[in-house]
């Protein structure tokens, strides 16, 4: 069997309004100026302390605190008020074309905690898809090999035989740090000169070019 990890925000779901959107939320409620969209959708892909941390380096553990969960309560109402972000153009079917081969197993790794990433998933349907769903809850942040390291064990693939899908260096030193290929796609978070430094085996340009990529590497 072979295994192919995906990332969530920036890689399956373009989630970059409702991220910004609910990161300045929380920082106004914080008596905080608002923040450009490109530097918070440059910590994309930390857990959320970790990335408010990042965003706030002089700020104290309190203020912090503050921060996140303001984040939590803005990106908790935008999904009641029925916020979806759309899946990128093509990605539904290169999961299609991956789920019809019967030796690869699809999987999830992602900053985002469990909650959201079931809401995510059932948002779209595709709770079902991936065997594998690692989340911030327990594990230590991305690019700590962690989340990988559990998908592995929990599918019984070998690292060598499974591949990391993401758009932030994180997820592509997250994929070095565990022994497992890491592919990038260049309609993300960061720039594609940046993954490739990370240690991406490829940046691909969009979907297509990344399904075949993945089809050639699973029938490798």
């Not at 595709?126 to 991305?142: C, E």
Request: charged share 20%; proline share 7%; hydrophobic share 50%.
């Amino acid at each position: 069997m072979k295994l192919v990890i995906f990332d969530i925000d920036g890689t399956l779901v373009d989630s970059q309004h409702e991220i910004t959107h609910a990161m300045n939320s929380a920082m106004a409620g914080a008596g905080l100026p608002e923040m450009e969209p490109a530097r918070i959708l440059s910590i994309v892909g930390l857990s959320l302390p970790v990335a408010v941390a990042r965003l706030l380096p002089e700020a104290g553990p309190d203020l912090h605190e503050r921060v996140v969960a303001g984040y939590r309560e803005a990106f908790i109402a935008e999904r009641l008020a029925g916020a979806r972000p759309p899946l990128y153009p093509g990605a539904l079917d290169c999961l299609d074309a991956l789920a019809a081969m019967d030796e690869v197993l699809l999987g999830i790794a992602t900053g985002k905690p469990a909650r959201g990433l079931a809401a995510t998933l059932d948002a779209h349907g595709l709770t079902r898809r991936f065997i594998t769903r690692q989340s911030a809850d327990g594990h230590p942040s991305k690019p700590h090999p962690a989340m990988l390291e559990s998908a592995l064990s929990e599918t019984g693939v070998e690292a060598g035989r499974a591949v990391m899908i993401g758009d932030t260096v994180f997820d592509m030193e997250m994929a070095r740090a565990a022994g497992v290929a890491g592919f990038g796609v260049q309609w993300g978070f960061h720039p594609a000169e940046d993954l490739h430094a990370a240690g991406a085996r490829l940046v691909a340009p969009d979907y297509p070019a990344l399904t075949r990529a993945l089809l050639e590497w699973a029938n490798e």
